[in-house]
């Protein structure tokens, strides 16, 4: 078995199911993986020295399409830094939405790449450029844009040379803007993670790479992303660490209400029928692709199982603070999305800004002792409050 290849022991659906247990405790869920290749390495992680690219570097960003948006990619590769160097507190950030193109990624640079100042960024973008047919050129212009912008900004980058097309045709066209990801790499002198060939290899050694529709990622996709990614870091021989939990500051204690209809206006005073979400189910009984959204900290309201046809649900929770304050919302999950506060509207979207935990962020006010959050969705909605450093 090769160096790229070294993570495929075990199916990602086995570990969805089967092989992962949840253990409740406290506030959180914890997904624990059977260990196997994919669980710490028999050697002192502490014994291995940081490479030269992680130097300094806490707060890593992943940045692209739906190849990353939702993808389990990002914690396996910061669960495993974290397992190899446990004197650095790796924080993980996603910026992904799906759909997206260079172009797009280039107009939402400052908002949601450099204002909030991450330390290195991880780049994996062209796949939508090749299927709208964008010219090589502007998708050159882009990238060579963003890439600028952040070493200009004193921050990191690394490069993904995406995964590949299961249509030939498309494959084949898709050279270019994978030529163009190198060109731009070796013009600053950055770090690449070769995804697009470890999928290759994965396909040929008979692994489950792509999905059915040979664009997005099969059961062994997502560790084949996060391969790619700590190969570049130079840490080939550190086998990954697949477990997925609950992101930090997320609220996981969900009610769930009856259903109710998608289209506005909406009245969460009028919801009946609550009753407690139940994670635990959400993680064991859903299909491989969808477990891992519940045991990363989403409510999902129909889970498991799927929303009728037109219709939602609210969840409620709530927050405990010892003292009132400013604080910051995080949120992320499914459109139309729409969340109350202590009963006022704080947020609401009808576009996809991110399925997971961290695509918006907003500064609400918060009072002492509990507060109520209640929030529409009907497939999944990512929660989280981070009290202000600056409060009493």
Same mark, same amino acid.
């Given at each position: 078995?090769?160096?790229?290849?070294?993570?495929?022991?075990?199916?990602?659906?086995?570990?969805?199911?089967?092989?992962?247990?949840?253990?409740?405790?406290?506030?959180?869920?914890?997904?624990?993986?059977?260990?196997?290749?994919?669980?710490?390495?028999?050697?002192?992680?502490?014994?291995?020295?940081?490479?030269?690219?992680?130097?300094?570097?806490?707060?890593?960003?992943?940045?692209?399409?739906?190849?990353?948006?939702?993808?389990?990619?990002?914690?396996?590769?910061?669960?495993?830094?974290?397992?190899?160097?446990?004197?650095?507190?790796?924080?993980?950030?996603?910026?992904?939405?799906?759909?997206?193109?260079?172009?797009?990624?280039?107009?939402?640079?400052?908002?949601?790449?450099?204002?909030?100042?991450?330390?290195?960024?991880?780049?994996?973008?062209?796949?939508?450029?090749?299927?709208?047919?964008?010219?090589?050129?502007?998708?050159?212009?882009?990238?060579?844009?963003?890439?600028?912008?952040?070493?200009?900004?004193?921050?990191?980058?690394?490069?993904?040379?995406?995964?590949?097309?299961?249509?030939?045709?498309?494959?084949?066209?898709?050279?270019?803007?994978?030529?163009?990801?190198?060109?731009?790499?070796?013009?600053?002198?950055?770090?690449?993670?070769?995804?697009?060939?470890?999928?290759?290899?994965? *396909? +040929? $050694?008979?692994?489950?790479?792509? =999905?059915?529709?040979?664009?997005?990622?099969?059961?062994?996709?997502? /560790? %084949? #992303? !996060?391969?790619?990614?700590?190969?570049?870091?130079?840490?080939?021989?550190?086998?990954?660490?697949?477990?997925?939990?609950?992101?930090?500051?997320?609220?996981?204690?969900?009610?769930?209400?009856?259903?109710?209809?998608?289209?506005?206006?909406?009245?969460?005073?009028?919801?009946?029928?609550?009753?407690?979400?139940?994670?635990?189910?959400?993680?064991?009984?859903?299909?491989? *692709? +969808? $477990?891992?959204?519940?045991?990363? =900290?989403?409510?999902?309201?129909?889970?498991?199982?799927?929303?009728? /046809? %037109? #219709? !939602?649900?609210?969840?409620?929770?709530?927050?405990?603070?010892?003292?009132?304050?400013?604080?910051?919302?995080?949120?992320?999950?499914?459109?139309?999305?729409?969340?109350?506060?202590?009963?006022?509207?704080?947020?609401?979207?009808?576009?996809?800004?991110?399925?997971?935990?961290?695509?918006?962020?907003?500064?609400?006010?918060?009072?002492?002792?509990?507060?109520?959050?209640?929030?529409?969705?009907?497939?999944?909605?990512?929660?989280?409050?981070?009290?202000?450093?600056?409060?009493?």
């Amino acid at each position: 078995m090769n160096e790229t290849t070294v993570f495929f022991e075990q199916p990602r659906a086995a570990r969805c199911r089967a092989l992962m247990k949840p253990l409740r405790l406290g506030a959180a869920l914890v997904i624990l993986a059977t260990p196997s290749i994919f669980s710490a390495a028999e050697e002192n992680p502490a014994s291995r020295a940081l490479p030269e690219i992680l130097t300094g570097v806490k707060k890593i960003l992943f940045y692209g399409d739906s190849l990353t948006d939702g993808s389990d990619y990002p914690d396996y590769v910061v669960n495993t830094l974290q397992r190899e160097f446990p004197g650095v507190k790796f924080e993980r950030m996603n910026s992904a939405i799906v759909g997206n193109t260079a172009a797009d990624l280039r107009v939402r640079l400052q908002a949601d790449v450099l204002d909030r100042k991450p330390d290195l960024v991880l780049i994996c973008i062209g796949t939508n450029d090749r299927i709208g047919n964008r010219p090589i050129a502007d998708f050159s212009a882009d990238l060579e844009s963003m890439v600028g912008d952040l070493i200009h900004a004193g921050i990191r980058v690394m490069l993904v040379r995406p995964s590949p097309f299961g249509n030939p045709k498309r494959e084949a066209a898709f050279q270019d803007n994978l030529a163009v990801i190198q060109e731009v790499a070796a013009r600053h002198h950055l770090p690449v993670a070769d995804a697009h060939q470890v999928f290759l290899d994965g *396909a +040929e $050694a008979g692994r489950e790479m792509l =999905g059915t529709d040979g664009i997005h990622h099969g059961k062994d996709g997502f /560790a %084949g #992303m !996060a391969r790619a990614v700590i190969n570049a870091f130079g840490l080939k021989d550190v086998p990954l660490d697949t477990s997925v939990h609950p992101w930090p500051y997320l609220l996981l204690d969900w009610e769930t209400s009856l259903p109710v209809s998608r289209k506005p206006p909406y009245e969460p005073g009028s919801a009946t029928g609550w009753k407690a979400f139940d994670r635990k189910a959400a993680v064991e009984q859903q299909p491989w *692709a +969808e $477990a891992p959204f519940a045991a990363r =900290g989403a409510w999902m309201p129909f889970a498991p199982g799927k929303a009728p /046809a %037109g #219709m !939602a649900a609210y969840g409620r929770t709530r927050y405990h603070a010892t003292s009132a304050g400013k604080a910051e919302l995080r949120l992320g999950g499914s459109p139309p999305m729409v969340v109350w506060l202590n009963g006022r509207q704080v947020y609401a979207t009808t576009k996809a800004r991110g399925y997971h935990p961290d695509a918006d962020r907003l500064k609400v006010d918060i009072q002492a002792g509990d507060n109520e959050l209640i929030v529409l969705s009907h497939y999944m909605a990512f929660v989280g409050i981070r009290p202000s450093e600056k409060r009493p």
